[in-house]
């Protein structure tokens, strides 16, 4: 099965550092001020920018996350999809924060306005803290409960005729769009814990890992296989990686030193408090990979956790030459992902040093479908002769 590429729309905030992404100079975090050196604010432009690389260079998708401190992903693509054609936008929809019937008529008319350009990442939360500034007070286990019985409705008002539905968290009678959507979108679904296997088995069309090591994958694949297959269901696989490809493996290292030069301790040390406090068991494996040490970043070959030393959720790199990139990305694929959703800081720069360095070897081997475009295509050269 070909590889499905896709890139990353920093929502919160960009740069050519891992720290204070979200933090404006002097002014806490106040509109209109002026950005810290090496941040980015993720107005509308520079997005548009990033999404345009992205379908330019041959991504397929682009994912954009939900939280306190990111612009509101379906407001932010829609609008990213009136100056894109044909990317896709994965965007975060959590349960618990809006009815399923609401959210199944969004994605109905989302699709229509952008002809199909819609896939939904389900994040049912890992912290309590985030989620009680929303007005959610569910504990870990009762919020995938919850998503459970959202999926139900979301899929049954999909299916075109009043939909009843009567459970612990939802009761729907007649639910209904006026129109589903076509195509359907896929659903995205992650998470590490007891309670969200079964959650994966029953509704994920590609169920999605941080980037652990490749024989953790492996695990993870064998047990949510396992759990589909009980509910006479298939999934597909997806990974979330940061990437550091480079012409040679000393550039792509040497990058990657630089964005540790920016982490002082205390930095670092305030961050593992903060991450340490997740309910996400996806969170806790990530952290158990480095430890909060700087020593021993690199967990695997070209697989490197230093961005988890302050960034939560995904925090591993792949890191090397284009060649090395291309050879794990393939190797996670004879695992049995299909999906990779991808990222680097800063965006746009990192879309291109992928998209020139690593899409054109991957298509080389086989690996994209024969309709993505690996890379921009060079105009020809027009040698006149004569004067």
Known sequence: ??????????????????????????????????????????????????????????????????????????????????????????????????????????????????????????????????????????????????????????????????????????????GLTAQPPDPLPGVFFGGSSEAAGPVAARHADVYLTWGEPPEQVARKIEWIRGLAAREGRTVRFGIRLHTIARDTAADAWAAAGRLLDDLDEDTVAAAQRALRRSESVGQQRMLALHGGSRDGLEIAPNLWAGFGLVRGGAGTALVGAHTEVADRIEEYHRLGIDHFILSGYPHLEEAYWFGEGVIPLLAARGLLPRTAHAGPVAAPILLAGGR
């Not at 009815?99 to 199944?104: E, I, R």
């Not at 979301?154 to 459970?167: E, K, T």
Request: hydrophobic share 40%; net charge neutral; with cysteine.
């Open 1 to 174: 099965m070909s590889l499905h590429l896709h890139w990353f729309l920093p929502t919160g905030g960009d740069g050519r550092t891992l720290v204070d992404r979200h933090a404006y100079a002097g002014s806490g975090g106040t509109a209109g001020a002026a950005p810290a050196a090496g941040i980015r604010p993720p107005d509308i432009e520079y997005l548009a920018q990033i999404a345009k690389a992205a379908e330019r260079l041959g991504f397929e998708g682009a994912l954009t996350p939900t939280g306190t401190w990111c612009e509101d992903a379906w407001l932010t693509t829609v609008a990213l999809a009136q100056q894109t054609e044909r990317l896709k936008f994965l965007v975060a929809l959590r349960p618990g924060l809006i009815s399923p019937v609401l959210a199944a008529q969004m994605a109905a008319t989302y699709q229509r306005v952008t002809r199909g350009r819609l896939l939904l990442n389900v994040v049912t939360g890992g912290d309590s803290t985030e989620q009680r500034r929303f007005g959610d007070h569910a504990d870990h286990d009762s919020r995938y409960a919850r998503t459970d019985e959202f999926l139900s409705v979301v899929r049954g008002v999909w299916s075109g005729a009043p939909f009843d539905f009567d459970g612990a968290h939802y009761r729907v009678a007649g």
